[in-house]
């Protein structure tokens, strides 16, 4: 087991590798919708590339996901296969939001040996979602 400071160290390590292997400015949070952003996550059990829809207001909230919704044969056809889309997510500190996602699973960020297979993993799956995003933006930007 690694100490607090050592997992710390770890996961910075787990990015500065990430960034050094694919050196390029990510959308994350440059999506120009408020409270709707990419984003990496990785634990000791699995990777994830996710789409949080964290909009205060729950009417907008659902009305951004039901667009994402609404275009989730082409985004599965020509982008990513296997993603999971729920309407309510609940986070640990009690907030609803809506994510999809997609998951590699069996991979451990406190493991050198899957560094490159998340990696690999995040760049496909993420840039697939930036090109998805980018063709679509208009229509799932226009929610009025």
Same mark, same amino acid.
């Given at each position: ?6 997992? =710390?160290?770890?996961?910075?390590? @787990?990015?500065? /590798? @990430? /960034? ?15 409270? +709707? ?9 699995? /990777? =994830? ?7 205060? *207001?729950?009417?907008?909230?659902? =009305? ?11 985004? &599965? &056809?020509? +982008?990513?296969?296997?993603?999971? +889309?729920?309407?309510? @997510? ?8 809506s994510?999809?996602? %997609?998951?590699?699973? *069996?991979?451990? %960020?406190? *493991?050198?040996?899957y ?6 993993? @995040?760049?496909?799956?993420?840039? /697939?979602?930036?090109?998805f ?12």
């Open positions: 087991m690694y100490s607090r400071e050592e997992t =710390q160290r770890l996961k910075r390590e @787990f990015w500065i /590798a @990430f /960034a050094e292997k694919y050196p390029r400015k990510w959308m994350l949070y440059d999506t120009k919708i408020k409270d +709707f952003s990419f984003k990496f996550y990785v634990d000791n059990r699995k /990777a =994830q590339v996710l789409i949080d829809i964290e909009h205060r *207001n729950e009417e907008k909230r659902l =009305q951004y996901f039901e667009k994402l919704e609404s275009l989730k044969s082409i985004l &599965e &056809e020509e +982008f990513v296969k296997n993603l999971v +889309f729920e309407k309510n @997510f609940h986070l640990e500190n009690g907030k609803t939001i994510r999809i996602w %997609v998951e590699k699973e *069996n991979v451990s %960020v406190s *493991n050198r040996n560094w490159d297979v998340i990696f690999d993993f @995040f760049e496909e799956k993420m840039t /697939a979602l930036e090109l995003y980018r063709e679509y933006d208009e229509y799932i930007k226009d929610i009025e």
